[in-house]
Each structure stands twice: as structure tokens, then as C-alpha cells.
């Protein structure tokens, strides 16, 4: 997302970044914080168990916990989507995250009417 960003320049001054955790029980506010901020500076976060929960709800986010090969630690299997929207939250588009980078500028800039 930070080379997208980079990438639309200071248009990108009409974005903002909202990174969601889908496991809140392990993401602090600020572990979170310093996650997304190893990628940009201008991205934000939430991870309040009730905002996550709303969100993911509202977005048809699926999360789903899953053991993992080491004792008492789990894996999060989850959707992984960049999801546009305007200023009155009406979704723009649903872009997943596996695709490549001129491909996601193309679609933000589209999207956003850059």
C-alpha cells in the first residue's frame, strides 16, 4: 500500500488508509500501531473488539482461527481485500491484496476519480 500511495503522489492526500485487524484478542491498539506503521507512516488502525467485530460483519470479512503446529499458538485464515470507498462509506471497490501493484493504482485512481 505504501507504493501505492508513493505512487499516487498528492493525490494520495484523498486517501485514507484504515488497516483492520481480524484478531483483536492478540492485536493491541499499539502492537497495531507499529505493525502499520513498518509500512507507512499515514495508515491507521483499529483493533477495539467491538469496531473489528462491526467491521468485519458489515464487510463479510471472513476470519476464522485455526491451530497451529506449534502448542498453544493459532493461525488467523481471513479475507484479504482493500476495499474503496467514498466519503459517504458506499463501497467503490473490493480489490484483493495479491494483486500487482500498477494494477491496484489503476483501480484506486479508477475508483477514486483521480
Do not use: C
Request: charged share 20%.
Amino acid at each position: 500500500m505504501h507504493n501505492a500511495l508513493v505512487a499516487l503522489g498528492p493525490k494520495a492526500d484523498h486517501v485514507l488508509v484504515v488497516f483492520v485487524t481480524v484478531d483483536p484478542d492478540r492485536d493491541s491498539a499499539e502492537q497495531l500501531r507499529q505493525y502499520v506503521a513498518f509500512f507507512d507512516p499515514h495508515i491507521h488502525s483499529i483493533s477495539a473488539p467491538s469496531s473489528v467485530t462491526r467491521i468485519l460483519g458489515e464487510f463479510r470479512v471472513r476470519a476464522v482461527r485455526t491451530p497451529s503446529a506449534t502448542a498453544g499458538n493459532y493461525l488467523m485464515d481471513h479475507t484479504a481485500v482493500v476495499y474503496v470507498l467514498d466519503s459517504g462509506q458506499r463501497v467503490l471497490d473490493a480489490i484483493p491484496e495479491s494483486i500487482p501493484q500498477q494494477q491496484l493504482i489503476r483501480r484506486l485512481t479508477a475508483a477514486l476519480q483521480l
